[in-house]
Each structure stands twice: as structure tokens, then as C-alpha cells.
């Protein structure tokens, strides 16, 4: 525990730190280097193999008007239409 956090020495966690509290920085700090490790093997394959990540999708944030009304039609009435436009 004491390579994750400086402070953790024995004598310290057991003066002023609950058993509770000692298992929530212990499962916090395996997850951490578990993330950590995972990362590192990804960069090192992409090192030495040239593996590509996967490419992440282009996510909009811009409604695509078109494939909705292609969709829905007008089916759904919104406040500002009259005659049924979406």
C-alpha cells in the first residue's frame, strides 16, 4: 500500500484510518494499476507491433433532421408545429 500512497505506512493507517477505509484505498489503488498496466501494454504493442487502436466513431452532437423525419414522419407534434411539421 505504501508504493500506491506515500503516506500509508502501517503505523499510520492503523492510528487513524478505520479497517473500512483501509479496503476502500487498497481496492481503489489495485484498480488504479490495473488501469495503469493496461495502458502500458497497449502502447508497448502499438510499439513494438504496430497495432493500431481502434479507430473511435465521429459521434455528432447535431440531430440528423433528415433520417428523423425519414423515421418518424409527422407522427410527433412539437409546440411550434400547426399542421403537423416537425
Known amino acids: 500500500m505504501g508504493s ?7 503505523t499510520h493507517m492503523l492510528d487513524y484510518m478505520t ?3 483501509i479496503y ?4 481503489h489503488g489495485i484498480e488504479f494499476e490495473k488501469d495503469k498496466a493496461n495502458i ?3 502502447r508497448i504493442a502499438v510499439g513494438l507491433f504496430g ?4 479507430k473511435k466513431k465521429n459521434v455528432s452532437t447535431t440531430p440528423d ?10 407522427r410527433i407534434k ?3 408545429s400547426e399542421k403537423g411539421d416537425v
Not at 500506491?4 to 502501517?10: D, E, I, Q, V
Not at 476502500?24 to 481496492?27: L, T
Not at 433532421?65 to 409527422?74: C, I, Q, S, T
Open 51 to 54: 497495432a493500431e487502436e481502434p
Open 40 to 42: 502500458l501494454v497497449s
Open 78 to 80: 412539437t409546440p411550434n
Open 4 to 10: 500506491m500512497y506515500a503516506w500509508a505506512t502501517p
Open 19 to 21: 479497517l473500512i477505509e
Open 24 to 27: 476502500m484505498y487498497h481496492d
Open 65 to 74: 433532421l433528415a433520417a428523423f423525419h425519414k423515421r418518424y414522419g409527422d
